[in-house]
């Protein structure tokens, strides 16, 4: 079986699930990803890479779409040249399915089934979008508001949810990150036969290895009990400023606390002014982007909490897979299956400094506390959300759809 996804870059740790993926007999993987490194589908400062990827990578410029999204210049050509037989995509490069019946006719002529690949994050039951977007203020990723007004965010929004009915029902089948998935696509008339929960998982026994390997190995950090670690693009939504506002409190009764920061984006001038005011610059350590898992996983492993302050997902995975207790509030929907409160971490109130400040408090105070619930953190990846997890149920998806006529 061919299957070819559609992506907007060479996500690093994506790479590695793909490349699982490539090695399950009788499959072949494929990604069609944009020749511009700057696509508007992909966030900002998102890594890429095309190291050690073991499928094959086709490249296509992208166009911007009469409703605003790119797409792919000679995608049709494209798609009668490699014939797959399987298209897995999501946002925004579905819409170009929803709108252009002649690119589904085309699909339905080479006897190509879709599945769309989601989170879905933020998505409201269709019943419920009239008052959800009726009182929603659209943030990007600078958690800056749109500046449209608001009978124009409110026909914008009433089109996406019409749009996503046409989506959700075109497509063969799902794969989505998180369980209530079943009851979010329902509303919009999917059946819960053609949903699969695959979950969004790194490569955790690459992971799990690398820690065998390194914890014996010698530091690369001073010794610190009270160290907090964040991993993420530094970016407004992901509010690590909350983080340092944090340090700031919690410095009065830790004088020797520390955040370790990792990860590269727009917010860092204003991040590193911000902890010189607060007069914490030197408890917060600005180490820019890791990506190698050795040097990661030191940080992660010299570390006592992980702590995500704002919205993300997968570094939650990766702070497990090292034995982290975990921090957070809100993220992007995949926290709830990986963060229980009070079993291997704390959920804290979006946006609230003083739960946060408390919830860190109470495991600087506890060391056991702390050990026991980074161990739970690593019986939750090893037996529910895994690489393994993810890889069977992608082929549940594919075995799913080839048996469709």
């Known amino acids: 079986m061919k299957v070819l996804f559609i992506f907007g870059g060479l996500t690093h740790y994506y ?4 490349n699982k993926l490539n090695d399950e007999a009788g499959l072949e993987i494929s990604v069609l990803v944009p020749s511009n490194k700057d696509s508007k589908a992909l966030g900002k400062g998102v890594y890429q890479t095309s190291k ?13 779409t009469i409703f605003g999204k790119p797409f792919f210049k000679g995608f049709n050509k494209f798609l009668k040249d490699h014939k797959p037989d399987v298209i897995v995509l999501g946002w925004p490069y579905i819409l170009s399915f929803a709108f252009n019946p002649f690119l589904r006719f085309l699909c339905y002529k080479l006897n190509i089934k879709l599945i769309c690949k989601d989170i879905p994050f933020q998505v409201p039951k269709y019943d419920e979008a009239k008052m959800f977007y009726w009182n929603y203020d659209e943030l990007n990723e600078e958690m800056l508001p749109s500046n449209k007004n608001k009978w124009i965010k409110r026909l914008k929004y009433f089109i996406l949810t019409e749009a996503r009915k046409v989506f959700y029902t075109m497509v063969d089948a799902h794969v989505d990150y998180i369980d209530e998935a079943y009851e979010i696509l329902g509303s919009y008339g999917v059946k819960n036969e053609s949903v699969f929960i695959i979950y969004n998982s790194p490569d955790t026994d690459l992971l799990f290895e690398t820690k065998s390997k390194i914890e014996k190995s010698a530091n690369i950090l001073d010794e610190n009990k009270y160290r907090i670690i964040h991993v993420g693009r530094l970016v407004k939504w992901k509010r690590v400023d909350l983080l340092i506002d944090a340090i700031a409190i919690l410095k009065k009764k830790y004088p020797e606390v520390e955040l370790v920061v990792i990860g590269t984006g727009p917010e860092k001038e204003n991040l590193v002014n911000q902890s010189k005011d607060l007069n914490v610059f030197n408890n917060v350590k600005f180490v820019g982007g890791v990506y190698e898992n050795e040097i990661l996983g030191k940080y992660l492993l010299e570390s006592s909490i992980y702590v995500l302050a704002g919205m993300g997902g997968l570094s939650i995975n990766d702070a497990m897979c090292f034995g982290k207790p975990v921090i957070c509030s809100v993220c992007d929907g995949t926290e709830k299956k990986l963060v229980r409160d009070n079993i291997n971490g704390f959920i804290f109130k979006n946006g609230n400094l003083d739960d946060l400040v408390s919830k860190i408090d109470i495991l600087f105070s506890n060391p056991e506390l702390q050990k ?5 953190s690593i019986s939750i990846i090893k037996n529910e959300v895994n690489m393994d997890v993810v890889i069977r149920n992608y082929l549940k998806a594919f075995k799913y759809v080839q048996a469709l006529e």
């Not at 050690?52 to 911007?64: A, C, M, W």
């Not at 026991?372 to 739970?376: D, I």
Request: charged share 30%; aromatic share 14%; glycine share 4%.
């Open 15 to 18: 790479n590695k699930i793909l």
């Open 52 to 64: 050690d990827i073991e499928f094959k990578v086709f490249q296509l410029s992208e166009y911007q």
């Open 372 to 376: 026991k619930m980074g161990e739970m």
